[in-house]
């Protein structure tokens, strides 16, 4: 833009707002090649699976779906309606109202919530055995042990709170008054088959997992194995000049809430001494924002929930975080960006509360620091540029965008030459598109070489990384790969750099 139109944009700010000018003339800044650091001080099971490992009956965590077919029955327990009535065993097949979702207390003990988010307890306004899913918040009523056949744990028993177990008496009647010991037989309506659906793999599964006594040694050792000083030399002598750090929201809270572990932000110290040493830059990643912004477990979801930016309190909770942590690194050299939340996902989290959140958010980075706002897109169905015209009023911003040849059906039948075609025609249109001349700047923060692709070459996947390479070089921001270490090889830079994958 030459001089006289910038004179002329001065002139008009009417029109156009000053900060757009910002945007515009802060051409010399850094343009940003960075590497997630995932899975480190906000937990995602499958980026290191043994994390869970010494978790006692691990396969029921926090959040887990269990389906119990009675064996007299031959049905399945079901909440009726989806919740707020009775559990009736008559359902032939499992799906939403059959699928009960466990909150821990510990390795035997937990609740029960259902579709419709009540949690399944004991009528007490009747002859207190009949078994029903109408509270919404969970006391004794609402506590039950599932114990475990010895040599089939897929064979179970639930004992309820008034000390007797549940039976299916008939298809309509599911009771909580059996007292007899069990021969386990197909004869005994106390007994069930339980299906285990799957679940999440969090920090809260695997901070409640363990328990308040072990989990404070297991994550510490893990926060000081993981990621280490020599990983900040590595990444400042292979291309790389950022980093960017997912958080969880707790890592501001004093004291560190339940079941939450303090010492990560002790952690996050040690890598602002790290980049600075290596010269190496840091966006600030709340990646799991209070309530969860998506219901997946790499936003902290206990259940699958999600109940981010539902009230003025939550979204001035997630403020606090946000401006806790610029002021404590807003000192450091290294700290380049913040990004306000990962990921918020359409429509559960409402472009009104983003906008809210984004506001706030910005202001009280700017209490604090010059350093760069990132605002997260929204996943789900939304304007790809539906923040613009917000971030376009605020000094030195940026719209984050993710883009995973994955997690899609269009992506499962694609070739190599398909996907590598994607990359080069829709990719470059997409950010073609969230790319102008006075807006934000544009960071993809999450990409990888990966893909659905089976059997796949070495020379194939350095095709693919070259691609996107060569059009996210392109982003006015940068972009960040995602992430360092991962036991999925693909998915670590640290390994793709390594074995030749990837050059820089």
Known sequence: MAINSRILLLSIVVLLPICSVSQEMDNSSLRIKAVNLGGWLVTEGWIKPSLFDGIPNNDFL????????????GKYLCAETGGGTIIVANRTAASGWETFS????????????????????????????????????????ETFEIVRKSDDKSRVRIRAPNGFFLQAKSEVLVTADFAENS????????????????????????????GPQRAPQIMRNHWNTFIVEDDFKFISTNGLNAVRIPV???????PTPKPYVEGSLQALDNAFLW?????????????????????????????????????????????????????????????????LINEPLAPGASQESLNKYYKAGYEAVRKHSNAYVVLSNRLGPADPREFFSLASGFMRSVIDVHY??????EFDSMTIQQNIDFVHTNRTSQLN?????????ILIGEWVAEWKVNGATKEEYQKFAEAQLDVYGRATFGWAYWTLKNVNNHWSLEWMIKNGYIKL
């Open 62 to 73: 926090d959040g887990t779906g269990l389906q119990f077919k009675s064996v007299t029955t």
């Open 102 to 141: 466990l909150w821990r207390l510990n390795e035997t003990t937990f609740q029960f919530r259902v579709f419709n988010k009540q949690f399944v307890g004991l009528n007490n306004n009747g002859n207190g055995i009949d078994v029903v899913a109408v509270s919404t918040t969970p006391g004794k009523s």
């Open 183 to 210: 021969e386990w037989g197909d004869n005994d309506p106390s007994v069930f088959v339980m299906k285990n659906s799957g679940g999440l793999q969090g920090e809260f599964q695997v901070t409640n997992g363990y």
């Open 248 to 254: 969880g929201w707790w890592i501001a809270s004093n």
């Open 275 to 339: 980049a600075k040493k290596y010269g190496v830059k840091i966006i600030i990643d709340l990646h799991a924002a209070p309530g969860s912004q998506n219901g997946f477990e790499h936003s902290s979801s206990r259940d699958g929930s999600q109940d981010w930016g539902k009230t003025d309190e939550n979204i001035q909770q997630t403020v606090s975080v946000i401006e806790i942590l610029t002021a404590r690194y807003a000192k450091n050299p290294s700290l380049y960006a913040v990004e």
């Open 404 to 409: 995973y040849n994955l997690f899609s059906s």
């Open 433 to 441: 598109y969230v790319t102008t001349s006075n807006g934000p700047r």
